[in-house]
């Protein structure tokens, strides 16, 4: 119960503070002549913002570059030491097959599932869409850590003699075949195909739900205009509505693909990164909080950073054409 | 035959049943989970889930699991939750508004290179930022000897931080479609600019801020590595204390499940309840 109260009194704290905050810093500008005040305006509104992307942002991003290139204690420089040490250890090669592999499998077969629920979706009335829709789409609200633990129980094993409680082994029992411990098995990357499976379930629902609206707003004539030329369905969804929301399906695409790259919780839920599952920044994270070695930490979240920049540009580039159409 | 066809067609049945099946698949695993964390320890552990399905007159249902995980920390860890989640909500989104603001209806040196550069940070990992950030607050400790690592508030600072690319972007688009003419009214009408924020833009931005508040909320809710470093193991988020039972699932799977239960019901709630914001939102393009 104390907790409780301490709680509501440092929440109302914060936001009362925040609140002055900004009062105080129109006061103070307010001070100044008309004239100068024209011109620092925006640091009333914009000063907190600034500072705090600032500080814990963007000075620690050019950090982690500089520590990158220093030892485990950050005291000496140790120049490329820390990349050649990692790109020269099978372990961390395998680390990035994995990372490739998300990346490959993971948003396309999102993107496939989303489109293809959406376009049925919008087949079968305003009722069962709503709900359909809602089952698919609940996932979503969950963490991965709690999306992890659903599928631990669907992937459980146990030993011979007693019964499977797991869905999969119990099928696998049912068809007359052996239980197998899934998530220990890395033959041809069957855990990690078993881990990207828990991504795709939260994320499809996202998926659907952007292309999904995107093919609402298909206008009716272009519609109306292919059933006149006698089209079936698969030629109107291919011809007709897949390119109207092909820009939708790439947003969603490069979210997902962006997501994946970070890929985290589940890994370390569900394997921990044993039985060679581990991902770049599982990688980061134990060489951190468990091997405490900052500047091959800072090197690996460095490699990540890099993979990611090319999607940056084309975030930004994005952006500027959305801005050039409004 | 033909006829039957036609009903088909009519019903969209193939539809239905394909989009039934895949329904089917989505929600298993989560009905799974439920029916496991309202059994009794020494039937989850030797039986399937779904044997309590099929005979549900026969089962022991029991809350014991929600017990237990109740009293070894789940509850505490729902009161952390909230105390991390709700400040970590809606400190970014009054940062956010303020700065869109000034990138919408003012006008400075540099505007444009400083609004790029936050839409280039949107896709940054977090990842890269951390480490300095945690030591950091250390260093800061040490040198002013006012702690921040371990407690809620630096949980806040950094959320609200990693939350700013996305929100400003989010909802300056949003204050983009209010006419400029309404801002140039007020202020002949001698309004202040800080006026013209609080009485006139900040209520009329509220769909935008209210979509993008249920996202930051959901996303610091489910969030395990932010809370993992910053607020750690003194006042233990759901969470957290969730991939603790997970790794104790010796202890039979009734708690884990109880325990995941617990940690998704708010969020699950907010979902079903404001599903359409929520949709609004993510078609505007606020995702993470």
Excluded: C
């Amino acid at each position: 119960m104390g907790d409780i109260i301490f709680g509501l009194i440092a929440v109302t704290f914060g936001i009362v503070a925040s609140y002055g905050l900004y009062w105080l810093l129109n006061a103070l500008l307010s001070l100044l002549p008309e004239k100068i005040l024209r011109r620092v305006q925006w640091l009333a509104f914009l000063t907190p913002a600034l500072v705090l992307v600032a500080l814990v942002l963007l000075a620690p991003i050019v950090q982690t570059f500089v520590w990158s290139f220093m030892d485990k204690r950050v005291e000496n420089y140790v120049g490329f030491d820390n990349y050649i040490a990692l790109f020269t250890d099978p372990d961390f090669l395998s680390v990035l097959v994995n990372n490739l592999l998300w990346v490959l499998v993971v948003p396309a077969v999102t993107v496939a599932i989303g489109t293809a629920v959406a376009t049925l979706t919008n087949q079968v009335g305003p009722n069962r869409e709503k709900i359909f829709k809602t089952l698919i789409f609940m996932p979503m609200s969950i963490s991965f850590v709690a999306a992890a633990t659903i599928w631990s129980l669907t992937y459980a094993y146990v030993p011979p003699g007693r019964p499977e409680i797991g869905i999969l082994n119990s099928v696998m029992v049912g068809l007359g075949l052996e239980a197998q411990p899934w998530l220990t098995i890395s033959d041809g990357k069957l855990n990690t195909f078993l881990l990207m499976a828990v991504l795709v379930w939260l994320q499809v629902g996202y998926s659907m739900v952007i292309i999904s609206a995107a093919i609402k707003a298909v206008p009716e004539e272009t519609l109306e205009a292919a059933k006149l030329d006698a089209a079936n369905a698969w030629q109107v969804f291919r011809h007709i509505i897949l390119p109207q929301v092909w820009g939708s399906i790439m947003a969603v695409f490069v979210t997902v693909l962006i997501l994946v790259m970070k890929i985290f919780d589940v890994v370390l839920a569900m394997t921990g990164g044993n039985f060679d599952t581990s991902v770049l920044a599982l990688e980061w994270f134990t060489a951190f909080f468990e091997s405490r070695e900052i500047g091959p930490a800072s090197a690996i979240v460095v490699v990540l950073f890099v993979l990611i920049v090319p999607l940056m540009y084309v975030q930004i580039r994005t952006v500027k054409k959305q801005e050039e159409l409004r | 035959m033909n006829k039957l066809k036609r009903v088909s067609e009519k019903l969209n049945l193939g539809s239905t049943f394909t989009l039934l099946f895949l329904v089917l698949i989505w929600s298993i695993p989560t009905v799974g989970l439920l029916i496991t964390s309202l059994r009794r320890r020494s039937d989850a552990e030797v039986s399937p889930w779904w044997d309590a399905i099929f005979n549900p007159l026969e089962t022991a249902w029991t809350t014991e699991a929600f017990r237990n995980v109740a009293e070894s920390g789940m509850l505490d860890a729902l009161v952390n939750t909230f105390a991390v989640t709700i400040p970590a909500t809606i400190l970014p989104l009054m940062i956010a508004a303020n700065a869109a603001y000034a990138f919408t209806f003012l006008n400075f040196k540099g505007k444009e290179v400083v609004f790029s550069l936050m839409v280039g940070l949107m896709v940054v990992p977090l990842q890269a930022a951390l480490i300095p950030v945690l030591r950091g607050m250390v260093w800061f400790q040490k040198t002013v000897d006012i702690q921040l690592t371990g407690t809620y508030a630096s949980a806040w600072i950094v959320h609200s931080a990693f939350a700013m690319p996305l929100a400003i972007y989010i909802i300056r688009n949003y204050m983009l479609t209010i006419p400029t003419s309404l801002i140039e009214a007020a202020r002949i009408d001698g309004a202040s600019y800080y006026k013209i924020f609080w009485s006139l833009v900040l209520p009329l931005s509220m769909p935008a801020i209210a979509s993008f508040a249920i996202f930051q909320f959901l996303w610091v809710w489910n969030d395990y590595l932010i809370a993992f470093i910053f607020v750690g193991q003194g006042s233990p988020v759901l969470t957290y204390e969730l991939l603790k039972l997970l790794g104790q699932y010796g202890q039979g799977w009734q708690d884990v499940a109880a325990g995941a239960f617990i940690s998704l019901i708010v969020p699950l709630m907010v979902f079903l309840g404001l599903q359409r914001y929520f949709v609004r939102g993510l078609t505007s393009g606020s995702v993470k």
